[in-house]
């Protein structure tokens, strides 16, 4: 079992219902989607009222299909599940809605089972079996550096691509490098005028960032030297040996770099391919846009109109014949549409380039219009533009290397600076120092950047991103670290009395091993009855919901707020005082209770490892 049990019995219940009730009407209405136990599913909600139950399904949708009020829908559909044999929910309606309870004993049962029992795979679902997502971030420009400004694409790109995986669609990380444009001019220019003879082989990309940022400077006093750059750009275009090897190298150099950042921050990619790569696609594309006729004449320029007010006109070719970052975008879609035939393809790019997607999805539209492309078999509409906002640096959070940049990988090394000095604070004598640190680092980095809805800009404060404590990541790997020194201090043997082989136990000697094996032995789910045991319980069965509206939204974001819920909601129950003011242990004497709560514990572990693993995160054990 993969999905919510009670939701599933409530879809089939429902589905089954409403084809009985109304069986006129749906013989009439066909078979329509929205009877369909997948649609009704999908289709569950939280209730405005919790107190109300644990889910709520609207029938608004259904009053004129079936010509009947929606109040009257939900009363008869409440009646008829009700009446039917079910052990695992009750139903009532309220207006348009109807309201699912569970037996909490049963759903925390279920619940725990259910993650114990799947441990990674838990949350994960086939809703995507047959289906393939392409998704495409990070594309950083190679010579260029690699900058914080490429941090947000490739922290929320790789959450996506883990979160669409773990939804069972095949998926393509793509890595579209911009591995082409006038840039290159200006290094070549650069490079021939001032690289450093002794350094001729040996390069790194600091010296072609040092390159780099002197054609800047000069080309600010000396105008020429951006002619020469067009120039030089020209000759690689047209195909000069010098040029091209030149070319090469310094793709070469940013790829080995861009590698060894990607490998630290544990970043992956199916596909690493780039701009250059369609440079011989592109006149096909002109071609079709030509046969469509959809090209006209501009100044010399070739243009697509697309006759709308908000868009400019797409320019598929300059007069000189040069074309362009959108006549390249245009090729990679058709070139990609041909070869993965995909459901779906994700621009994870920052919004400041939302026109530039309009008018490429717009122009491929015209382009399958004219072509008169039949509806089952057109790829304009799977493309997507997975928008977000800008990063701020709220204090100066440090100084600028180099001139005008800022380095992702010395914001890594800051991050994982200052963690150690966090770390040597509270624990000095922990074990791989330097490991947990680049973890705890990396995980205040990537959290931050899905601690908001994507479209909203990030604030970044070292303070703030680094707190142990509040909305980050070190407070959630900090929280999992808490919860397996719970596990560790339980030991198994006083609790359960099936005899388990206790081999090479990771949580230590007598600690708990294997939960699969225990998950049935007499435990009385009934004994957690706090309020904080019963938050936990939710939020860890709401966890597969999390990720699927998470992949619905493209929204990593949900996941990390998920995961602070039911880090607080943990933290409040380990904290949580007894009568007489103690803390009340969650490991006791009292075995009969601590039972249930240590597999609640174990739970919450997996889910908290699986969700910061959903977002790119480690999650150490001990901190
Ligand atoms: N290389 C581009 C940049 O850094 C981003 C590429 C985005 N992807 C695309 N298919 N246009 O601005």
Redesign the pocket.
Known sequence: MLNNKFKEEFANKAAGAFQTLFSDKYIEIGDKQVFSAQFILDNIEKPKDPTKGRFAFPVFRYGKLLGDNPPSIASKITEAINSSDNNLITVSSIAGFINIQTEFAIEASETIKNAVENETKYGSSDVGNGKKVLV?YS???IA?PFGV??IR?TILGNSLRRIFLKLGYETIGIN???DWGTQFGKMIVAYKKWADPSLVGKETVTDLLALYVRFHDEAEENKELENQAREEFKKLESGDAENRALWEKFREISINEFNRVYDIMGIEFDWVTG?AFLNDKMTHTIKAFEKANLVSESEGATIVNLHDEQLPPVLLKKADGATL??T??LS?YLYRANEFNFDEML????VN?SV??QQ?FKALAMLEDAQAVPEEKRMSSKGKHVEFGMIKFGDKMMKTRKGHIILLEDVINEAAKLAKEKIEEKTPDLKNIDDIALQIGLGAIFYSQMSVRRQKDVNFKWEEVLSFEGETGPYLQYTHARLISVLRKFEIKKLFTRALVIQRNPYGENSILNFSSIIDEGIDYSLLNFPEEKRIVELVADFPQAVADAARMYEPNMIANHLIELAGAFNKFYQRKDANGKTDKIISDNYELCRPRIVLVKAVQIVIKEGLYLLGIKAPEAM
Do not use: C, I
């Open positions: 495409e594309s950083p420009n260029k400004n490429h694409t579209y490098l911009g701009e970052y959108l390249r975008d990679g621009y994870v790019v920052a380039q530039h997607f490429m």
